[in-house]
């Protein structure tokens, strides 16, 4: 059986970054946004269930219309939380088929919401990336033209965790660019190398 690992971080905390830097050193990574992506538009139970809550107006030419999806569900929680129930539970099932097509020694999971969906249960290991609000702010702006300041504090609110005591992170990376990620995710590496 696999040892799991998850990297997860807010948006624009670098967790993509600590995940390139994992499958650049060998391992196989499952990046949960973009799976669930790829399933909205091509799950038929998924797709669906998406133009029965939003309407016809939610996929454009067989396309996901992600800024209509985006506007929709981080300005309305209960329209979220819906939305919510539709993907995590399919992504949930795909990461599980990932995982036993893949019986790698370690696989990484690549999540936002790791916490939030309940998936850290069916995790060995939590890697946490964290970067001040400041900086997070300056990379996504770089990153996603097509979001603006109040877009991304909105998403930040949506990624908040509540009773953030209740869950542990076995390890935390500090992404402010202060310090090379690489030395530190090798550290990650043969720390968990020791316990597969």
Same mark, same amino acid.
């Given at each position: 059986?696999?040892?799991?690992?998850?990297?997860?971080?807010?948006?624009?905390?670098?967790?993509?970054?600590?995940?390139?830097?994992?499958?650049?050193?060998?391992?196989?990574?499952?990046?949960?946004?973009? +799976?669930?992506?790829?399933?909205?538009?091509?799950?038929?139970?998924?797709?669906?269930?998406?133009? =029965?809550?939003?309407?016809?107006?939610?996929?454009?030419?067989?396309?996901?219309?992600?800024?209509?999806?985006?506007?929709?569900?981080?300005?309305?929680?209960?329209?979220?939380?819906?939305?919510?129930?539709?993907?995590?539970?399919?992504?949930?099932?795909?990461?599980?088929?990932?995982?036993?097509?893949?019986?790698?020694?370690?696989?990484?999971?690549?999540?936002?919401?790791?916490?939030?969906?309940?998936?850290?249960?069916?995790?060995?290991?939590?890697?946490?990336?964290?970067?001040?609000?400041?900086?997070?702010?300056? +990379?996504?702006?770089?990153?996603?033209?097509?979001?603006?300041?109040?877009?991304?504090?909105?998403?930040?609110?949506?990624?908040?965790?509540?009773?953030?005591? =209740?869950?542990?992170?076995?390890?935390?990376?500090?992404?402010?660019?202060?310090?090379?990620?690489?030395?530190?995710?090798?550290?990650?590496?043969?720390?968990?190398?020791?316990?597969?």
């Amino acid at each position: 059986m696999s040892f799991l690992v998850g990297i997860t971080g807010g948006i624009g905390s670098g967790k993509t970054t600590v995940s390139n830097i994992f499958f650049h050193l060998g391992y196989k990574v499952y990046n949960s946004d973009d +799976r669930a992506k790829y399933l909205m538009e091509r799950d038929s139970d998924m797709v669906e269930k998406i133009t =029965d809550l939003l309407g016809d107006s939610a996929y454009k030419k067989g396309f996901l219309n992600k800024k209509l999806i985006s506007e929709s569900i981080y300005n309305n929680n209960n329209l979220r939380e819906k939305i919510n129930a539709i993907v995590h539970p399919i992504t949930i099932n795909d990461f599980n088929q990932w995982v036993n097509e893949n019986p790698d020694d370690i696989l990484i999971k690549e999540s936002a919401l790791i916490y939030q969906t309940s998936s850290y249960k069916e995790l060995d290991c939590i890697i946490c990336v964290k970067a001040d609000q400041d900086i997070r702010i300056k +990379r996504i702006l770089s990153r996603d033209k097509h979001r603006n300041e109040e877009d991304i504090m909105q998403i930040m609110r949506s990624q908040v965790i509540n009773n953030k005591g =209740d869950f542990k992170s076995h390890y935390i990376i500090e992404n402010n660019g202060k310090d090379l990620l690489l030395p530190k995710v090798i550290d990650i590496v043969e720390e968990i190398k020791s316990k597969v």
